[in-house]
């Protein structure tokens, strides 16, 4: 039995609906204990703040550090302390709401290393790139089997991802936004692999 196998790839636009905030609370002292004590009222502060707009087990750390600092000429002026966290939001509104009040509260305490915007549920939009996905391998595969002389006949094998790699997951991740916390559009994209009987 002749066979013609084919690796298609289908699109979705999705809105995202969840952000995740990366930030983290920072203070420089003179030495190891003052730079560290103020980094940790700084980070008391972050979490008060993000539980006001965030479930607590929403509120991650993600590593704290200190280390020494120097000024232009290599000089050590002190140590800075820093404790990073991962925030997520269920609503975009609320991160930045979240954000603006961190940055009254915590003030030059407060360093933000960026924001994911992601997809809550993307159940709908992974079903529309699947379809894609299968309609585009068909498309090909039709051409392959014309150039060899022979048409499509039934399918025999589906596989979700390329099989060389590994199944692919859809994607959830957005994009990266500041300050407004604008949506735009995210893509969601799907891979299957069909095999074909040609006929």
Do not use: N
């Not at 690796?7 to 969840?18: I, L, N, Q, W, Y």
């Not at 961190?102 to 003030?107: F, N, P, S, T, Y």
């Amino acid at each position: 039995m002749r066979t013609v196998t084919v690796t298609g790839t289908g699109t979705a636009r999705v809105t995202p609906d969840t952000a995740v905030v990366r930030l983290s609370a920072l203070a420089r002292g003179a030495g190891v204990s003052e730079a560290y004590e103020a980094m940790a009222a700084a980070a008391a502060t972050v979490v008060d703040v993000a539980a006001r707009h965030t479930d607590e087990r929403r509120i991650a750390s993600t590593g704290i550090t200190v280390w020494p600092f120097h000024d232009h000429e290599g000089r050590r002026e002190g140590y800075e302390a820093r404790h990073g966290y991962a925030i997520a939001c269920a609503d975009l509104a609320e991160a930045g709401a979240m954000l603006a009040e961190l940055a009254r509260e915590v003030g030059d305490g407060l360093a933000v290393d960026g924001v994911a915007l992601e997809v809550a549920d993307d159940t709908v939009a992974g079903g529309k790139a699947r379809e894609a996905a299968f309609h585009d391998a068909r498309e090909r595969a039709a051409a392959l089997a014309r150039m060899s002389g022979a048409g499509l006949g039934s399918v025999q094998t589906v596989v979700e991802g390329d099989p060389a790699s590994g199944p692919v997951p859809v994607a959830k991740v957005a994009l990266a936004s500041a300050g407004g916390l604008e949506p735009g559009e995210a893509t969601v994209t799907s891979t299957v692999t069909v095999v074909w009987e040609l006929a």
